[in-house]
């Protein structure tokens, strides 16, 4: 139904390429076009645009998400139509392809399943319906019903699609890409992300329109007419009782009724147990109870001026050790605040079922509206009686007597252990920490929450369960979004419920009751989540949940290739030994310790004070009390006193640049390099549009750069002409790159 042209070339040079298009028996009913330039990938003809069924302009943030799902789904693949040869369709989707050639990959699979084409794009870029008011029920009950076999492919996307008889267009949640379209009095629909890209007589113009936010415009090319969204919409989602499966099969947390079963109380006391899982003050009154009593985080400063986890003498959690990735340049950042509505993070946990098959089987799944989940919802998930749900505990802790290679052992078995409960039906699986004693130490719930999610996706037996954390470990954000980047469905922070518990009994919250506190701490968490998912531009947790969206700063590859595939570690580090070490550190000061010098139950901290015989900081009493000497009184003494101190931090592995030396030193003669006015010449500024900046940044900039000599560069969004002229006090406002 389709030819497709590609080439690396100019615009201008396509029909000189391809000379066939200029041949008048050339005849087509629809043209899609793609032009662009390489950003995030290098240019090459496989990669250029459109492909099979459609182009795309904008980011899919999830992408690591939505393969390593993909890759876990095809160990279910079963079609009477394929039979046997289904195994050579596989893998879907291939390495080393740009976001916009893998969604096209994973469309082309779906439209093979049975689906049409509309229903594909829906099921994989649907609208914002979670927290819609105004949305048919029916609407809802099919995109719920997906949400349960596919998580959404997230990020800025326009996308028109064709397979020759359909041609349309859709546009993500959020809206952050144009698309404009132009339907003629001649029978002609022209959409384009910018208006006026062909000329058309105002006299011949029907209407205008705009696509917006998760909406779609379709042409039948057979029928020759332009179907709204609306009504493709509602033949897709009327075509099967999704709201009758549902309420059949989706079981909501909510719903399961709490039978009293308690979790067998900890041994330990709490106190022990918080030093072992290395909490501190700064902890308690920082972050735990400003959640609790407000249900939301505190505020803080941007910005860290502590050591990198492997530079720090300070015994480090997991965590630590990773980075949230964020948006940058034309991929923006969401504002979950202003723009709430778009964003979502309930979870459904359970078994997947064979994509190629669409039945009510697929919606057999727990609904969790909070994935952070209190003490009784996850004794309700535990024990939970229904023919639908198996869960098994498998326990994360290891013998601390027998150092790494109990730590390794243990995490070969909790593997063995998880295969064989999958084997035996069981599709959620907890992974807990709970029991640690004098003899067992508790394993990082990262590690064992991404050893089973990749271990068992090599086993191809992911897609039959899911993962539940049992762990007194997370207390922070952060926290919890590496352990739902890495493959989780939800989390029970144990030990920051009895924390909370102790807070309200001590009167230390002002809040009469323990579980309106717990409340508070969950939803917090929840904010928190959509501000890192926000960060990188995904509207929902869905999308998030193993998406992997972090890099990691110092762990070795080695290390980092067996228990967290697929991430990317900058600079090498420590592994497994140097880790179990840290564990020996804390769970010495909870069980071995005689006694503490400052006389407190817990550390204090350090982290986001500067405290003494706590973490180091870069600014720290002594340095800004020099610095602020040096400024107020003018004393060259104090800024070389100042000086002296920064310039000591390298020394004491404080930030990588520290850890830079010169090698093979041959220094030239001052004499021989360019003056300083010279040099300068050749600076030149980022190509930033005015509105990503203000005004007055836009201009100083450029005023800035041309007092230099240098270049300042105007962007995409060119500038006033009024910059153009000097002004009247010799400024000059002109970007010498446009």
Same mark, same amino acid.
């Given at each position: 139904?389709?030819?497709?042209?590609?080439?690396?070339?100019?615009?201008?040079?396509?029909?000189?390429?391809?000379?066939?298009?200029?041949?008048?028996?050339?005849?087509?009913?629809?043209?899609?076009?793609? %032009?662009?330039?390489?950003?995030?990938?290098?240019?090459?003809?496989?990669?250029?645009?459109?492909?099979?069924?459609?182009?795309?302009?904008?980011?899919?943030?999830?992408?690591?998400?939505?393969?390593?799902?993909?890759?876990?789904?095809?160990?279910?693949?079963?079609?009477?139509?394929?039979?046997?040869?289904?195994?050579?369709?596989?893998?879907?989707?291939?390495?080393?392809?740009?976001?916009?050639?893998?969604?096209?990959?994973?469309?082309?699979?779906? @439209?093979?399943?049975?689906?049409?084409?509309?229903?594909?794009?829906?099921?994989?870029?649907?609208?914002?319906?979670?927290?819609?008011?105004?949305?048919?029920?029916?609407?809802?009950?099919?995109?719920?019903?997906?949400?349960?076999?596919?998580?959404?492919?997230?990020?800025?996307?326009?996308?028109?699609?064709?397979?020759?008889?359909?041609?349309?267009?859709?546009?993500?949640?959020?809206?952050?890409?144009?698309?404009?379209?132009?339907?003629?009095?001649?029978?002609?629909?022209?959409?384009?992300?910018?208006?006026?890209?062909?000329?058309?007589?105002?006299?011949?113009?029907?209407?205008?329109? #705009?696509?917006?936010?998760?909406?779609?415009?379709?042409?039948?090319?057979?029928?020759?007419?332009?179907?709204?969204?609306?009504?493709?919409?509602?033949?897709?989602?009327?075509?099967?009782?999704?709201?009758?499966?549902?309420?059949?099969?989706?079981?909501?947390?909510?719903?399961?009724?709490?039978?009293?079963?308690?979790?067998?109380?900890?041994?330990?006391?709490?106190?022990?147990?918080?030093?072992?899982?290395?909490?501190?003050?700064?902890?308690? $009154?920082?972050?735990?109870?400003?959640?609790?009593?407000?249900?939301?985080?505190?505020?803080?400063?941007?910005?860290?001026?502590?050591?990198?986890?492997?530079?720090?003498?300070?015994?480090?959690?997991?965590?630590?050790?990773?980075?949230?990735?964020?948006?940058?340049?034309?991929?923006?950042?969401?504002?979950?605040?202003?723009?709430?509505?778009?964003?979502?993070?309930?979870?459904?946990?359970?078994?997947?079922?064979?994509?190629?098959?669409?039945?009510?089987?697929?919606?057999?799944?727990?609904?969790?509206?909070?994935?952070? =989940?209190?003490?009784?919802? @996850?004794?309700?998930?535990?024990?939970?009686?229904?023919?639908?749900?198996?869960?098994?505990?498998?326990?994360?802790?290891?013998?601390?007597?027998?150092?790494?290679?109990?730590?390794?052992?243990?995490?070969?078995?909790?593997?063995?252990?998880?295969?064989?409960?999958?084997?035996?039906?069981?599709?959620? =699986?907890?992974?807990?920490?709970?029991?640690? $004693?004098?003899?067992?130490?508790?394993?990082?719930?990262?590690?064992?929450?991404?050893?089973?999610?990749?271990?068992?996706?090599?086993?191809?037996?992911?897609?039959?369960?899911?993962?539940?954390?049992? $762990?007194?470990?997370?207390?922070?954000?952060?926290?919890?979004?590496?352990?739902?980047?890495?493959?989780?469905?939800?989390?029970?922070?144990?030990?920051?419920?009895?924390?909370?518990?102790?807070?309200?009994?001590?009167?230390?919250?002002?809040?009469?009751?323990?579980?309106?506190?717990?409340?508070?701490?969950?939803?917090?968490?929840?904010?928190?989540?959509?501000?890192?998912?926000?960060?990188?531009?995904?509207?929902?947790?869905?999308?998030?949940?193993?998406?992997?969206?972090?890099?990691?700063?110092?762990?070795?590859? &080695?290390?980092?290739?067996?228990?967290?595939?697929?991430?990317?570690?900058? =600079?090498?580090?420590?592994?497994?030994?140097?880790?179990?070490?840290?564990?020996? &550190?804390?769970?010495?000061?909870?069980?071995?310790?005689?006694?503490?010098?400052?006389?407190?139950?817990?550390?204090?901290?350090?982290?986001? #004070?500067?405290?003494?015989?706590?973490?180091?900081?870069?600014?720290?009493?002594?340095?800004?009390?020099?610095? %602020? %000497?040096?400024?107020?009184?003018?004393?060259?003494?104090?800024?070389?006193?100042?000086?002296?101190?920064?310039?000591?931090?390298?020394?004491?592995?404080?930030?990588?640049?520290?850890?830079?030396?010169?090698?093979?030193?041959?220094?030239?003669?001052?004499?021989?390099?360019?003056?300083?006015?010279?040099?300068?010449?050749?600076?030149?500024?980022?190509?930033?549009?005015?509105?990503?900046?203000? &005004?007055?940044?836009?201009?100083?900039?450029?005023?800035?750069?041309?007092?230099?000599?240098? &270049?300042?560069?105007?962007?995409?969004?060119?500038?006033?002409?009024?910059?153009?002229?000097?002004?009247?006090?010799?400024?000059?406002?002109?970007?010498?790159?446009?």
């Amino acid at each position: 139904n389709t030819i497709i042209y590609k080439g690396l070339l100019m615009p201008n040079d396509i029909n000189t390429y391809y000379q066939d298009l200029n041949d008048d028996d050339v005849v087509t009913k629809l043209a899609l076009v793609h %032009q662009r330039f390489s950003t995030n990938t290098f240019p090459t003809w496989d990669l250029a645009q459109p492909f099979r069924y459609m182009c795309h302009n904008g980011e899919i943030n999830t992408l690591r998400g939505n393969l390593s799902r993909m890759k876990a789904r095809e160990e279910l693949f079963k079609s009477d139509f394929f039979g046997k040869d289904i195994k050579k369709i596989l893998p879907i989707t291939m390495e080393g392809k740009s976001d916009s050639a893998s969604m096209d990959m994973a469309l082309e699979l779906l @439209l093979h399943t049975g689906r049409s084409l509309p229903e594909a794009m829906m099921m994989m870029v649907p609208e914002a319906w979670e927290k819609n008011p105004v949305m048919k029920d029916e609407k809802k009950a099919f995109y719920e019903y997906n949400a349960c076999i596919m998580e959404p492919w997230d990020g800025p996307a326009s996308i028109p699609f064709t397979d020759g008889n359909y041609i349309g267009a859709l546009l993500d949640r959020n809206g952050l890409r144009p698309s404009r379209y132009t339907v003629t009095k001649d029978g002609y629909v022209v959409m384009a992300s910018e208006t006026g890209v062909i000329d058309i007589k105002p006299g011949n113009v029907e209407y205008h329109g #705009r696509l917006e936010p998760g909406k779609m415009f379709l042409v039948d090319m057979v029928k020759g007419r332009i179907i709204e969204d609306e009504e493709v919409k509602y033949e897709v989602v009327t075509k099967r009782p999704y709201r009758e499966w549902l309420n059949k099969n989706l079981l909501p947390l909510s719903n399961i009724a709490y039978t009293g079963n308690q979790t067998t109380v900890e041994k330990i006391d709490l106190n022990a147990r918080q030093k072992l899982f290395g909490y501190t003050l700064e902890d308690i $009154s920082t972050i735990i109870t400003p959640m609790a009593t407000q249900g939301k985080e505190a505020i803080g400063s941007m910005g860290s001026d502590i050591p990198l986890a492997v530079l720090s003498d300070q015994p480090q959690l997991l965590f630590n050790y990773f980075k949230q990735l964020f948006a940058q340049v034309t991929n923006p950042p969401l504002d979950g605040i202003r723009e709430e509505i778009i964003t979502d993070i309930s979870l459904s946990i359970g078994e997947d079922h064979n994509l190629f098959d669409i039945v009510p089987e697929h919606c057999k799944k727990l609904r969790i509206q909070n994935p952070v =989940i209190s003490n009784e919802d @996850l004794d309700k998930i535990k024990y939970i009686n229904h023919p639908d749900f198996k869960t098994v505990t498998v326990s994360i802790l290891y013998e601390a007597e027998k150092g790494l290679n109990g730590l390794e052992n243990r995490l070969e078995e909790i593997i063995s252990e998880t295969k064989t409960a999958v084997d035996e039906g069981c599709n959620i =699986i907890i992974l807990s920490d709970r029991g640690v $004693s004098e003899n067992l130490a508790p394993i990082p719930c990262l590690l064992a929450c991404s050893f089973v999610h990749h271990r068992l996706k090599k086993h191809h037996r992911r897609s039959s369960f899911g993962i539940v954390i049992e $762990s007194a470990e997370p207390r922070e954000p952060h926290h919890f979004a590496l352990l739902f980047g890495y493959g989780a469905s939800a989390i029970n922070p144990y030990l920051v419920n009895e924390i909370i518990y102790k807070l309200v009994k001590d009167r230390d919250i002002k809040i009469t009751e323990p579980e309106i506190a717990v409340q508070n701490f969950n939803k917090a968490i929840g904010k928190g989540i959509i501000k890192i998912m926000n960060k990188i531009g995904i509207s929902t947790l869905l999308s998030y949940r193993g998406s992997q969206i972090f890099e990691i700063l110092g762990l070795n590859q &080695k290390f980092v290739n067996k228990y967290f595939t697929n991430t990317p570690t900058r =600079i090498e580090g420590i592994g497994l030994y140097e880790i179990e070490k840290e564990i020996q &550190k804390r769970y010495h000061k909870a069980f071995k310790a005689q006694q503490i010098e400052t006389g407190l139950a817990l550390d204090i901290g350090g982290d986001y #004070r500067w405290r003494r015989n706590g973490e180091r900081h870069m600014f720290n009493p002594a340095s800004v009390a020099k610095l %602020q %000497q040096a400024v107020k009184q003018n004393n060259p003494t104090s800024y070389e006193e100042y000086s002296k101190l920064i310039n000591e931090q390298n020394e004491r592995l404080m930030t990588l640049r520290g850890l830079f030396k010169f090698k093979d030193l041959d220094p030239i003669s001052i004499e021989e390099v360019e003056p300083w006015t010279e040099i300068v010449k050749r600076f030149k500024t980022g190509a930033m549009s005015f509105g990503s900046i203000s &005004k007055e940044a836009h201009e100083n900039l450029a005023i800035a750069m041309n007092r230099l000599s240098g &270049k300042s560069n105007s962007g995409e969004g060119g500038e006033d002409p009024d910059r153009f002229n000097k002004d009247q006090n010799g400024n000059w406002r002109n970007s010498a790159i446009k």
